[in-house]
């Protein structure tokens, strides 16, 4: 099995998700990084793909390849993939 719960892969996203801090900016806005010497790019990448999956209202398991001729819409809106 791939990354397995405490294997590698899902051992350096959840110690990525642990030093993960947020600002609230004079706005409002909100902002998230990892501290000064560590990184944010596993945490990044799931918070892009749930932003994507809301975004185009694709579940799990509904998403297409990209590039390829199959294309599918859900409520109207054209259906992306990130498998």
Known sequence: MIGGLGSGL???LTEEMKRCEYQI???GQVSY??????HDDCVMAV???VWGCRTF???PGRMLRLGGRLRAEVRGRRALTLA
């Not at 990084?33 to 560590?38: E, L, M, Q, R, W």
């Open 33 to 38: 990084a990892a501290p000064s010497g560590y």
């Open 57 to 59: 209202g694709v579940g």
């Open 10 to 12: 899902w051992k350096v």
């Open 47 to 49: 918070a892009l793909g």
């Open 25 to 27: 900016g004079p706005t």
